[in-house]
């Protein structure tokens, strides 16, 4: 599609992994150009990250399939005199640098911002790390279980005999990604009305503070500390994880009307008018009961039965789905959210990658081209 928002700009990405490129990712879809910037004979350490050794093996990882479709990779060192020129001459072509170096590492090797700044004056350089470019804890080495353990995260994961838990992906790495995109583009929305670049430093520490959101905000605002609830939701009841006939079933009957709706449909009218249950506090006083009262009523169906039953009146309800039960939804085909590309390297196979939930003006985002083989847009030597 050739109305995608970031059409016509450039992206120079050193990053590696996942918080650097599922950010480029992003601003790959909606529009932008990304030159990968590897280091020669290695690349990216997710070309050898996934589970499948073969792919790994060829520099082709899982995980680096996943985050790096319709990007260009060239295999530049950066030590190396003549590649440092050749890397500032594609800078001087960029919008945007990004890196998610440890902090300073850049500048260590003579590409500070004012340097940056002043071989393209328009660029906005992003530099994503754990903890940021400042402070006592800048220097050292994060991945996102770190941030996770730190971040207060993994102490409200799971239930009060099983936490700290680890969150199930690598949510502070995606988290990292994401602020990294926003902040790009609010960038380059600035630099349109004032022509001059600017330098963002995104710690994945604070992003991930922030995306945590009632957790961390409600202590700071009442001094009440979160605990480990498991599939429970601290700000209302009956609002978790329900057995039933068949299979686990989502509920999440946080206003009023909800909950009277939802008791009337299990034939338990009578939870309405209990004391216990009368209001959102009072629920939430005697969840467990509650629980305990709705659980019994839930399992004479299925949670397939119940979730368009509930559903369908107005009631958030829904299946517990495994992983690839969720990438086979309908609705995620409808909506075109997932696109399959050219295996690289591979032309009798079909890779199929995730969008990012946006359609613009009615069409999903999609990659071009499938993820790039190390150096595959090297410049052709001259003889």
Same mark, same amino acid.
């Given at each position: 599609?050739?109305?995608?928002?970031?059409?016509?700009?450039?992206?120079?990405?050193?990053?590696?992994?996942?918080?650097?490129?599922?950010?480029?990712?992003?601003?790959? !879809? %909606?529009?932008?150009?990304? /030159?990968?910037? #590897?280091?020669?004979?290695? &690349?990216? $350490? +997710? *070309?050898?990250?996934?589970?499948?050794?073969?792919?790994?093996?060829?520099?082709?990882?899982?995980?680096?399939?996943?985050?790096?479709?319709?990007?260009?990779?060239?295999?530049?060192?950066?030590?190396?005199?003549?590649?440092?020129?050749?890397?500032?001459? !594609? %800078?001087?072509?960029?919008? /945007?640098?990004? #890196?998610?170096?440890?902090? &300073?590492? $850049? +500048? *260590?090797?003579?590409?500070?911002?004012?340097?940056?700044?002043?071989?393209?004056?328009?660029?906005?350089?992003?530099?994503?790390?754990?903890?940021?470019?400042?402070?006592?804890?800048?220097?050292?080495?994060?991945?996102?279980?770190?941030?996770?353990?730190?971040?207060?995260?993994?102490?409200?994961?799971?239930?009060?005999?099983?936490?700290?838990?680890?969150?199930?992906?690598?949510?502070?790495?995606?988290?990292?990604?994401?602020?990294?995109?926003?902040?790009?583009?609010?960038?380059?929305?600035?630099?349109?009305?004032?022509?001059?670049?600017?330098?963002?430093?995104?710690?994945?520490?604070?992003?991930?503070?922030?995306?945590?959101?009632?957790?961390?905000?409600?202590?700071?605002?009442?001094?009440?500390?979160?605990?480990?609830?498991?599939?429970?939701?601290?700000?209302?009841?009956?609002?978790?994880?329900?057995?039933?006939?068949?299979?686990?079933?989502?509920?999440?009957?946080?206003?009023?009307?909800?909950?009277?709706?939802?008791?009337?449909?299990?034939?338990?009218?009578?939870?309405?008018?209990?004391?216990?249950?009368?209001?959102?506090?009072?629920?939430?006083?005697?969840?467990?009961?509650?629980?305990?009262?709705?659980?019994?009523?839930?399992?004479?169906?299925?949670?397939?039965?119940?979730?368009?039953?509930?559903?369908?009146?107005?009631?958030?309800?829904?299946?517990?789905?495994?992983?690839?039960?969720?990438?086979?939804?309908?609705?995620?085909?409808?909506?075109?959210?997932?696109?399959?590309?050219?295996?690289?390297?591979?032309p009798e196979r079909t890779l199929r990658v995730s969008g990012n939930g946006v359609l613009v003006n009615g069409a999903p985002l999609r990659p071009t081209a499938p993820p790039p083989l190390l150096g595959e847009h090297n410049p052709v030597p001259t003889r």
């Amino acid at each position: 599609m050739d109305d995608r928002p970031l059409r016509g700009i450039r992206i120079l990405d050193l990053t590696n992994v996942l918080a650097g490129p599922y950010c480029s990712y992003h601003l790959m !879809l %909606l529009g932008a150009e990304v /030159v990968k910037v #590897e280091k020669p004979g290695h &690349g990216d $350490l +997710a *070309r050898n990250l996934g589970p499948d050794p073969s792919l790994n093996e060829a520099g082709i990882g899982a995980s680096f399939l996943a985050q790096n479709a319709g990007k260009k990779s060239v295999e530049l060192d950066l030590k190396v005199p003549g590649d440092r020129a050749a890397f500032e001459d !594609l %800078l001087r072509e960029s919008d /945007v640098l990004l #890196e998610n170096f440890r902090a &300073g590492v $850049l +500048a *260590r090797i003579g590409y500070g911002w004012d340097v940056l700044r002043e071989l393209n004056p328009r660029l906005v350089y992003c530099a994503i790390s754990g903890f940021g470019q400042t402070g006592p804890m800048s220097q050292a080495p994060a991945y996102d279980q770190i941030i996770q353990g730190l971040s207060g995260m993994m102490s409200i994961t799971g239930t009060p005999d099983t936490a700290p838990l680890r969150v199930g992906f690598p949510v502070s790495d995606s988290v990292g990604g994401l602020v990294a995109a926003m902040a790009i583009c609010a960038a380059l929305a600035g630099r349109a009305r004032t022509g001059a670049g600017v330098f963002l430093d995104v710690s994945m520490l604070e992003a991930s503070l922030s995306a945590m959101g009632w957790a961390a905000s409600n202590y700071l605002v009442s001094g009440i500390a979160p605990e480990p609830m498991g599939d429970q939701n601290a700000t209302a009841a009956p609002s978790g994880t329900f057995d039933t006939a068949a299979g686990p079933l989502n509920i999440a009957a946080n206003r009023q009307e909800q909950f009277e709706i939802l008791c009337r449909l299990v034939d338990r009218a009578d939870l309405v008018t209990d004391p216990r249950f009368v209001d959102r506090e009072a629920r939430k006083a005697h969840r467990a009961a509650l629980n305990q009262e709705l659980t019994a009523a839930l399992r004479r169906r299925t949670a397939v039965e119940w979730e368009e039953l509930l559903s369908g009146a107005g009631v958030p309800a829904a299946r517990v789905l495994t992983v690839p039960q969720a990438v086979e939804l309908e609705q995620l085909r409808v909506r075109g959210f997932f696109t399959e590309l050219p295996f690289p390297g591979h032309p009798e196979r079909t890779l199929r990658v995730s969008g990012n939930g946006v359609l613009v003006n009615g069409a999903p985002l999609r990659p071009t081209a499938p993820p790039p083989l190390l150096g595959e847009h090297n410049p052709v030597p001259t003889r």
